[in-house]
């Protein structure tokens, strides 16, 4: 059974740092892409950024890149999200999905993926 728990989350100032963990059990690691999105309040969910387990190839959502970091540990079978000068409009739900087979070019849709956390929630006051 696939499983993705996601943690790291919690309260930060405006221009803090925090760093997500997406532990993935129940798959080879190396088969799957893993994504990041978030679900503001109100608002829909949008992919943030994603990485082939197979080569660390990663990609972005244009507007995030240079503050957001995906990046994968397989011997831990974890994806991480490092977020830097995070913002109060990053606030949000921050959900980890995986699916099997490999990305190119750009980051999938939230339809692609089968498998998805729980969620950790992200608050950053200004």
């Known amino acids: 059974e696939v499983q993705l728990v996601e943690s790291g989350g919690g309260l930060v100032q405006a221009g803090g740092s925090l760093r997500l963990s997406c532990a993935a059990s129940?798959?080879?690691?190396?088969?799957?892409?893993i994504s990041w999105f978030r679900q503001a309040p109100g608002k829909e969910r949008e992919g943030i950024s994603c990485?082939?387990?197979?080569?660390?190839?990663?990609y972005y959502k244009y507007s995030l890149r240079g503050r957001f970091t995906i990046s994968s540990d397989n011997a831990k079978n974890t994806v991480y999200l490092q977020m830097n000068s995070l913002k109060p409009e990053d606030t949000a739900v921050y959900y980890c999905?995986?699916?099997?087979?490999?990305?190119?070019?750009?980051?999938?849709?939230?339809?692609?993926?089968?498998?998805w956390g729980q969620g950790t929630h992200v608050t950053v006051s200004s």
């Open positions: 129940g798959f080879t690691f190396s088969d799957y892409a």
């Open positions: 999905a995986a699916q099997w087979g490999s990305i190119a070019g750009n980051c999938p849709p939230e339809d692609f993926y089968a498998n």
């Open positions: 990485i082939n387990g197979k080569d660390g190839s990663t």
